[in-house]
T-cell receptor, first 114, second 114 residues
Framework: DVKVTQSSRYLVKRTGEKVFLECVQD?????MFWYRQDPGLGLRLIYF???????EKGDIPEGYSVSREKKERFSLILESASTNQTSMYLCASSSRVPVGDTQYFGPGTRLTVL | AQKVTQAQTEISVVEKEDVTLDCVYETRDTTYYLFWYKQPPSGELVFLIRRNSFDEQNEISGRYSWNFQKSTSSFNFTITASQVVDSAVYFCALSPKRAQKLVFGQGTRLTINP
């Protein structure tokens, strides 16, 4: 079974803090993704990575950065957290081949920025 | 542009009723993939099905069935004899062939009442 884990289920931070969200997968997947989920908006892609040290912007990258130093680990960084970044963050991974392969998701991190 | 629309925001039915969740998509690609995911109250997205655009056969898995119709750009999901454990938010998603990412609908919150 594919396992995607995220470092925290719940996180509370203050405005202006630097926040790290960690994601680890154990299936040797090339692709990893960060989404945020907000009521009425579904899931929106923040960033994804198709290989170590490679990254591409998704639909809403503003205010976020990412790091992928090892294949199994993908970090989302909020350089200076703001209240509008309060949300549910979901990490996913998939194999690069075939294209359009199933993405498997972690349990999510519910981040509150005060 | 790629888009997925789940027009039903919330559905509430009594246990043992059949229920259909609608999904309509837009894409200019001829090759693409469609998905359904379930998000129970615990928050993790659970993969249900992946379908490629060349396979229009309907699929049945236990009480779940999916109806894919390219002519109407729809990929609807039916739960037969619903159970309380089916209560969740359900997401339909589209993956264009040349992109690795998923485009999600807004989700449908399904409540099954005993």
């Amino acid at each position: 079974d594919v396992k995607v884990t995220q470092s925290s289920r719940y996180l509370v931070k203050r405005t202006g803090e630097k926040v790290f969200l960690e994601c680890v997968q154990d299936m040797d997947h090339e692709n990893m993704f960060w989404y945020r989920q907000d009521p009425g908006l579904g899931l929106r892609l923040i960033y994804f990575s198709y290989d170590v040290k490679m990254k591409e912007k998704g639909d809403i990258p503003e205010g976020y950065s990412v790091s992928r130093e090892k294949k199994e680990r993908f970090s989302l960084i909020l350089e200076s957290a703001s209240t509008n970044q309060t949300s549910m963050y979901l990490c996913a991974s998939s194999s690069r081949v075939p294209v359009g392969d199933t993405q498997y998701f972690g349990p999510g991190t519910r981040l509150t920025v005060l | 542009a790629q888009k997925v629309t789940q027009a039903q925001t919330e559905i509430s039915v009594v246990e043992k009723e059949d229920v259909t969740l609608d999904c309509v998509y837009e894409t200019r690609d001829t090759t693409y993939y469609l998905f359904w995911y379930k998000q129970p109250p615990s928050g993790e997205l659970v993969f249900l099905i992946r379908r490629n655009s060349f396979d229009e056969q309907n699929e049945i898995s236990g009480r779940y069935s999916w109806n894919f119709q390219k002519s109407t750009s729809s990929f609807n999901f039916t739960i037969t004899a619903s159970q309380v454990v089916d209560s969740a938010v359900y997401f339909c998603a589209l993956s264009p062939k040349r992109a690795q990412k998923l485009v999600f609908g807004q989700g449908t919150r399904l409540t099954i009442n005993p």
